[in-house]
């Protein structure tokens, strides 16, 4: 069985830093590229960033270019998001998904159950 | 503002079919790029529901179905039951961000 376990989050002040993990089992971590999508309050689902199985190519949304930086750990298989000047906007859940596929991949089969990041004074 | 665009909200009562419309553009869904559906409830883990535009994964009701045309795609669900009062989200790649792309979420309420 496929598992995505996400820690990390918590409430931080602007401008802080945080660093979320997902760690996986049930499946062959550097065979499929992994992802961040969040959720922000009243907000609709929003990707924020995804590796490729080898994790040599990084991809980002335009929110999180030049802040957020996305890695992996394959041999303990591990995702990782460290997010840095954090503000208000970045109050979310933020999930882990898995990608159906290493590179090229399409879609996001299998879920964790998200970590809520809260940015405030 | 979401790159694709979906209805807010849709309702129907039970045993009815209802449909959840995506409406994309030339850098997305009419580039040719796969639609997927997921079904969510805030504070849990979303759900793949509809995959490559109309596949199934295994363990997916048949009662869930999906569609695509053009620059366009349609999730439909039929014999509508109280469990699937739920968010829907269709998603996405577009080539022009570089990246994968969701709906703004459909709420559907089941009378």
């Known amino acids: 069985e496929v598992q995505l376990v996400e820690s990390g989050g918590g409430l931080v002040q602007p401008g802080g830093s945080l660093r979320l993990s997902c760690v996986t089992s049930?499946?062959?971590?550097?065979?499929?590229?992994m992802s961040w999508v969040r959720q922000a309050p009243g907000k609709g689902l929003q990707w924020v960033s995804s590796?490729?199985?080898?994790?040599?190519?990084?991809w980002y949304a335009d929110s999180a270019k030049g802040r957020f930086t996305i890695s992996r750990d394959n041999a303990k298989n591990t995702l990782y998001l460290q997010i840095n000047s954090l503000g208000a906007e970045d109050t979310a859940v933020y999930y882990c998904?898995?990608?159906?596929?290493?590179?090229?991949?399409?879609?996001?089969?299998?879920w964790g159950q998200g970590t809520l990041v809260t940015v405030s004074s | 503002q979401s790159v694709l665009t979906q209805p807010p909200s849709v309702s129907g009562a039970p045993g009815q079919r209802v449909t959840i419309s995506c409406a994309g553009n030339?850098?997305?869904?009419?580039?040719?790029?796969?639609v997927n559906w997921y079904q969510h409830l805030p504070g849990t883990a979303p759900k793949l529901l509809i995959y490559?535009?109309?596949n199934r994964p295994s363990g997916v009701s048949d009662r869930f179905s999906g569609s695509k045309s053009g620059t366009s795609a349609s999730l439909a669900i039929s014999g509508l039951q109280a469990e699937d009062e739920s968010d829907y989200y269709c998603?996405?790649?577009?080539?022009?961000?570089?990246?994968?792309?969701f709906g703004g979420g459909t709420k559907l309420t089941v009378l």
């Open positions: 998904a898995k990608g159906n596929r290493g590179y090229n991949w399409s879609y996001f089969d299998s």
């Open positions: 049930g499946f062959s971590f550097i065979g499929y590229a």
């Open positions: 590796v490729s199985g080898s994790g040599g190519t990084t």
């Open positions: 998603q996405s790649h577009d080539k022009s961000l570089r990246g994968w792309v």
């Open positions: 490559g535009n109309d």
């Open positions: 030339s850098s997305n869904i009419g580039a040719g790029y796969d």
